[in-house]
């Protein structure tokens, strides 16, 4: 494994290191962000699908400096916006802008032009700029005054969201929604954690100086792109992709959802499942990497029925009695 103290993150291009090199992802982040390890993983599987993550916990957990920390164990280039409820689409896109000089509109691009960007709290902002990314995720492209640019190659969001029923936060949209591979939910750390974390405090780390904090570069495009040509080498046997059908149709069928997953949902479930796979050091794909991945890949795309939800029942818990009941291939 390469070193992760070095600066140059290693670019071969060989699906061995490239492994490696996002194996040692995890060690960098976790000199910032303590016992966060299911995210990490899940950011990287989301790189790797070339898919965007919603993070979401209560305020304080970490959900910023965890995508903040994963940017700098990445060389790639990143962006923040803070969502907030006056902030406008093209804040967010770009917009034409008129030179007196030339006379003539120039397009100034907004921060979506990046390789990573974080969009802070992307809930405190109303439902007309949050699907001002809809084109950017699903198309990599931003259309302004009716001309599309492409955005950068990796390009990824990752949005972070404190949970709905805290005032001051608005719905994201079902659309914009299934947008999103991944839903994350960072949880509050354990005690032992919340002690390491505090004593990293007191021995005078600053969550706003990763560098201070020795968080290095240790993977690159090159290192991702030849990640990704192995992914995507990954045996998917037809048990399997049935395996994934049977269960995103019974999420149709569940007397608790008012809304099953998608077509988008299973192919999200199967890519997703793949690249665990590949993660682990399989070229090929078993019910159990399904399993890992279920919840994050098909949370939000569910929704309960309110006669459900009132009773406590959550997303999470209809889609473990799905794969508890959905028979599994040898």
């Not at 965007?52 to 959900?63: M, R, T």
């Not at 809930?123 to 949050?130: A, Y």
């Not at 390009?155 to 999103?180: C, H, S």
């Not at 799905?322 to 291939?329: H, K, T």
Request: aromatic share 4%; hydrophobic share 40%; proline share 9%.
């Amino acid at each position: 494994m390469m070193d992760p103290t070095t600066d140059n993150a290693g670019t071969t291009g060989d699906p061995a290191t490239a492994r490696a090199s996002l194996e040692a992802l995890r060690a960098e982040i976790a000199k910032a962000v303590v016992g966060q390890d299911p995210a990490v993983t899940g950011l990287v599987v989301a790189l790797l699908c070339r898919g965007h993550v919603l993070l979401e916990g209560v305020p304080g957990v970490a959900k910023t400096l965890l995508v903040r920390a994963l940017a700098s164990a990445l060389e790639l280039d990143t962006k923040r916006v803070q969502f907030t409820p006056d902030l406008m689409p093209s804040d967010v896109t770009g917009s034409l802008v008129y030179d007196t000089r030339s006379a003539e509109f120039s397009f100034q691009p907004g921060p979506v032009f990046t390789n990573l960007l974080l969009a802070d709290e992307i809930n405190r902002t109303p439902p007309k700029t949050q699907s001002s990314l809809l084109e950017a995720m699903e198309e990599r492209q931003v259309t302004v005054d009716g001309t599309p640019r492409l955005l950068p190659d990796p390009f990824l969001v990752a949005a972070t969201q404190n949970p709905v029923e805290y005032e001051g936060t608005y719905p994201l949209p079902e659309a914009q929604l299934d947008r999103f591979l991944l839903k994350l939910t960072i949880p509050l750390p354990s005690r032992q954690d919340e002690i390491d974390v505090l004593t990293r405090h007191a021995e005078g780390f600053n969550p706003r100086d990763l560098r201070a904090a020795g968080v290095r570069p240790v993977a690159g495009p090159a290192d991702l792109e030849a990640a990704r040509a192995a992914v995507a080498k990954t045996t998917i046997s037809p048990e399997i992709t049935a395996y994934v059908v049977d269960i995103c149709r019974a999420t149709r069928e569940s007397p608790s959802l008012t809304l099953g997953v998608s077509p988008r949902g299973a192919t999200a479930l199967l890519a997703t499942s793949r690249a665990w796979a590949w993660l682990t050091g399989r070229d090929y794909v078993i019910p159990d990497d399904v399993k890992a991945l279920a919840l994050p890949t098909l949370r939000h795309r569910v929704q309960l029925r309110p006669e459900a939800e009132m009773e406590g029942v959550t997303a999470d818990s209809v889609i473990n009695s799905i794969l508890a009941q959905v028979p599994v291939p040898r």
